[in-house]
Nanobody, 115 residues
Framework: QVQLVESGGGLVQPGGSPKLSCATS????????MGWYRQAPGKQRELVAS???????TYADSVRGRFTISGDNAKNTVYLQMNSLKPEDTAVYYC?????????WGQGTQVTVSS
């Protein structure tokens, strides 16, 4: 069983730059994909950023240029650096890890952007 634990969410002012962390119980090396999704109230869960493998990175159009996904293999941790936050970034952010076609999710961390 793979366990993912997110941290770093909370109340952030517009323009803020929080960093989310996701610690996984399985090494990032074995992942097919690691990524971050988010779900706002009344909306479907959407992809925010992902690391399909190697140095490749994928971002949603709404966050490209503001968010950065990265990983630390030694710590089995994936990060999401969020900059220039907007109220529309308010959502529950979920960490995702795909291993051999099986998908695993963290419990989610709430990010609320408000003054």
């Amino acid at each position: 069983q793979v366990q993912l634990v997110e941290s770093g969410g909370g109340l952030v002012q517009p323009g803020g730059s929080p960093k989310l962390s996701c610690a996984t119980s399985r090494t990032i090396f074995v992942s097919n994909v690691m990524g971050w999704y988010r779900q706002a109230p009344g909306k479907q869960r959407e992809l925010v950023a992902s690391m399909p493998g190697g140095s490749s990175r994928t971002y949603a159009d709404s966050v490209r240029g503001r968010f950065t996904i990265s990983g630390d293999n030694a710590k089995n941790t994936v990060y999401l650096q969020m900059n220039s936050l907007k109220p529309e970034d308010t959502a529950v952010y979920y960490c995702h890890q795909s291993i051999s076609g099986r998908n695993y999710w963290g419990q989610g961390t709430q990010v609320t952007v408000s003054s």
